[in-house]
């Protein structure tokens, strides 16, 4: 079983480099987690680089403004790497007519890739970021469509691999419910974010630049989700400090506490081994 720990300055002295997840981490879409920004900015001050890994299916750009909106501070992070960010060589490879299924405001992710929207019957390729109306769809909304697609045969690239997020007090669904779907239903999805390695080397090769060398050893990951966060730090071989209060949640708290042995069985059950664990980052 991973180690409780209080705060995260208990481990720093053992880390150089901290590769942190945003949405469940540092905010839940909604209201910011101060007490995990202030952590984020006492690690830099004691000489830790902050690499903030998201899989936002943004730029990087566009996710730094989306932080300043919800009220996180930069003072919490030196450099930011988006699923969006790693998924543009994907959509550089493709087709450059794509059938684009997410909201409008994702739309900047095509920027510079050679790519552009069209219609459904013109498309050679599917890039896939979200819902119309993550609010009320649920895959199943999606299921004639994404028949329709996988029937031709067009590979969907998916920008955002999580399955959920908090949004407030509500679990969000996500394009990695769209993808997986869209796998059952035979369709070839090609993906670069988190849990897979693209995105895991992008943030290293930060980490790297930001201090000269990159000892792995001293490198820790932090996040929530078990499918992307933690089976993706885990692959890569970097220590996890894994945050019990997110997403998966209901499945081993009551009452606002963590139940330790359901969280072993919980852990134990997905084959997951994080060094550390805590309820919020602190």
């Known amino acids: 079983m991973a180690e409780r720990i209080q705060s995260l300055k208990d481990i720093t002295p053992h880390y150089d480099v901290v590769l942190c997840d945003v ?5 839940n879409g909604v ?7 202030t952590a984020l900015a ?16 943004r730029p990087h ?10 009220g996180v ?12 960010d790693v998924t543009r060589a ?3 490879r493709g087709p450059p007519e794509v059938y684009f299924l997410g909201p409008d405001r994702d739309l900047g992710l095509l920027d510079g890739t050679g790519a552009s929207p069209v219609p459904e019957d013109d498309a050679g390729a599917v890039v896939c970021t979200g819902f119309f109306d993550d609010d009320t769809e649920t895959p199943e909304d999606y299921r004639e469509l994404l028949k329709r697609l996988a029937a031709r045969d067009l590979p969907m690239i998916c920008a955002n691999p999580d399955l ?11 394009a990695g419910a769209m993808a997986a779907l869209y796998d059952a239903l035979g369709g070839e999805t090609r993906i670069a974010g988190k849990p897979h390695r693209p995105i895991y080397e992008a943030a290293l090769d930060h980490a790297a630049a930001l201090r000269g060398t990159l000892d792995r050893a001293r490198v820790v990951a932090i996040g929530d989700g078990m499918p992307t966060d933690v089976l993706g730090a885990l692959a890569q071989g970097l220590d996890l400090l894994y945050i019990s209060g997110g997403i998966h949640a209901r499945d081993y708290m009551t009452g606002g506490r963590t139940d330790e042995q ?13 060094r550390w664990w805590m309820p919020r980052l602190a």
């Open 23 to 27: 949405w469940g981490v540092l905010h």
């Open 31 to 37: 209201d910011p987690f101060l007490d995990a920004a």
């Open 42 to 57: 006492e690690a830099r001050d004691r000489g830790v680089s902050v690499v903030l890994i998201t899989n936002s299916p």
């Open 61 to 70: 750009d566009s996710v730094a403004i989306q932080l300043d909106g919800i």
């Open 73 to 84: 501070p930069r003072t919490a992070w030196d450099r930011i790497v988006t699923s969006g």
């Open 90 to 92: 994907l959509i550089r």
């Open 164 to 174: 959920v997020v908090e949004r407030g007090e509500k679990l969000i669904p996500c």
């Open 262 to 274: 359901a969280l072993a069985r919980f852990l134990a059950g997905h084959e997951a081994n994080p």
